[in-house]
Every structure is written in C-alpha cells, then in structure tokens.
C-alpha cells in the first residue's frame, strides 16, 4: 500500500508541476500546446496562400480559406488570415468575419484574433498607437493602413463594424488578457494600395518569429527597425509618417 501511495503522489507532484510550468508559460508568453498547434496551421495557411483557388482571386472566398498576410511591424506581427472566425478558424490564426467586406473594399473590414492561444497573434494588440502601420497582403494587393484610434468595447457592441466614408480596416480581441468580457478594437484607415508580395515569399515567416521576444515583441530597437526596413516596399524605407494623415506614434490612443 505504501509503494502505490509513493507512486500516486509522485504521479500528483509531477502533474501539479506540469501545471503551474504551463500556467507560467500562458502568463509570460502564450498557451504551448495550442501555440505548437497554430504554428502547423500557419505552415499550411502559407502554402494555401500562394496557391490559391479561382475563388479566392476572384475575392469569393470560402470559409476554412487562406486570404491574407497581415503584418504590424510595431508589435511584431506576421499572421496568415484565415475567412472565418469560428472557434476552428481561429485556431489556425487571425481570421476575417465573412460579414464585413475584405480588405481593400469598401466599408469596414474586420479581423479577429487570439490573445493567450493558438499563436496568440494580437497579443499586443492594445499596445498599438495612432499611426502605427498594418498591412495586409493579398493575391490581388497589398492593403496599406495606418491606425487612427483604440477603443475598449463590450463584447456585444456591434457599432464598430458600422462603415465609414472610406475604406476600413478593424482588428478585434478579448480584453483583458485572460478575460472574455471585453474587446479591445483598433480602428485603421487605408492609406495606399500597393503591388501583392503574396507571390514574392521575400522573407520566411520564420525569420520574423525569431525576431520577437518571449513577449511576441520585437526584441530590441534595432529589431524594431529591422521589422519596419524589411516590410516596406522599395523606395519607401524608414520614411517618416504623415501628420496630415495622423501618422505620428507620438499621439496616443483614446
């Protein structure tokens, strides 16, 4: 009896280790197992993506499909997009509610991502600024944006699809951390479109990643820069914003 009580403790020590070790690890960067599982759905979303179906070129696609690259240099994003946000498209990574036009079109396009699982691609979403860069890389373009505003909502506001006079781009997660019962929302505008880079494959998905802290940010300032430099197309660089357009990092959000 003593021998098969050690082994039933011993079995509980380690269980309650294996535990707080993965709790540990969801605190200070994101939920393993899960991250290991987007990580194989992003390798697949990327082939998808520059294969795509007639139905995705025409931009009629179905749920389940490979649409986008987005990229936030700011917060060390580089997430291949899924259509779709139910529970399974979002295990495989950023996902675009089917409701909302695609990116490029006009009104308010609308992505939603995870922010402690499956990749945790907008982890960092809250530490956004105005004028922070998205883009949004497609077959047929690549979708420049610069953020105007932040805002916390409750779970069920929907006024935040409502379209504007201009063509939109809204990104979308819990907040906070850990909690459901809100979404912190980031607004941006279209500033340009540009030739796709879909096809280009000019930088591995793996080499961003190695840039990035445990955080998911980038790990210094001149990583930072090397993020900014690598995604901007030629001739366009480390150009400072617009203040006409309200691309300056030194207004914070609302």
Partial sequence: MRA????????????????ITDAVITLVWQEPVSAFVAEREQAALEDALFDPPERVLRRE??????????VIPDIGVSEYVVEG??????RKGPGHYPATPLPGDPGTSAIAGHRTTYGAPFRNIDDMERGDVIRVDMPDGTFVYRVERIR????????????????????????????AAERVIVFARQVRRESSRVRARAEPSGVIRRAKTEHGKP?????AAHWRASWAPPGEGLQPPNPALGETRALRRS
């Avoid at 696609?61 to 987005?70: F, W």
């Fill in 85 to 90: 946000t139910d529970t399974g498209d979002l």
């Fill in 4 to 19: 098969v009580a050690r082994f039933v403790a011993s079995v509980m020590m380690v269980s309650g280790v294996l535990l």
């Fill in 61 to 70: 696609p179905l749920e389940g499909d490979a649409i986008a690259r987005i």
């Fill in 219 to 223: 790990a210094s300032a001149a990583n």
């Fill in 152 to 179: 916390i909502v409750d779970d069920q506001d929907l006024s935040v699809l409502r379209p504007r006079g201009y063509k939109r781009l809204m990104l979308s997660a819990c907040h906070p951390l850990y909690s």
